[in-house]
């Protein structure tokens, strides 16, 4: 990644710890729900533009990930709500009228043990950067090296 990518990784790291504190108002724009990055800010999350790219990146807790779904309307950002629950692993409770959100962290799924040595590793799926989604059963038959690190 660019270093300009992990600096807005960072500064969405740095600013998404803090607890989600009331509902954010919904807008709808062809028939989809979205909330404006100023708003979901309010419930804790972090929502930073890609200099030189097409894409943002959204913050919550110790997650980040990039998001291709948004629009930008005036000074604001409005962010695809399902887009943002999708990709950070959030669940979207709205009011009867739709008219505004409250999202939470769904639970992660129990971990399983660690797969048998000789045995296919379980199927697990990302996100690259551009947005399309990529799963390791995508490489079954190539030989595939996993390099996980952080920078923290």
Known sequence: MTAAIWLVLLLCAGVAHAAPATT??????DGRPFASASALSGLGLAVKEL??????????EDRCAPLKEFRREGADILVSLDALCEALNLS?????????VRLTTVAAP???SAPDVGRL????KLTRLDGTPVALSDFR????????????
Do not use: E, M
């Open 141 to 152: 038959g190539k030989r595939v090296l996993i390099n996980s690190w952080a920078s923290w």
């Open 121 to 124: 590793a379980p199927d697990f």
């Open 51 to 60: 200099p030189g790219r097409d894409a943002i990146v959204a913050c919550h």
């Open 92 to 100: 979207a409770a709205y009011d009867q009228a739709r008219a505004t």
């Open 24 to 29: 954010a108002p919904v807008v709808q724009r």
């Open 110 to 112: 129990a971990a399983t």
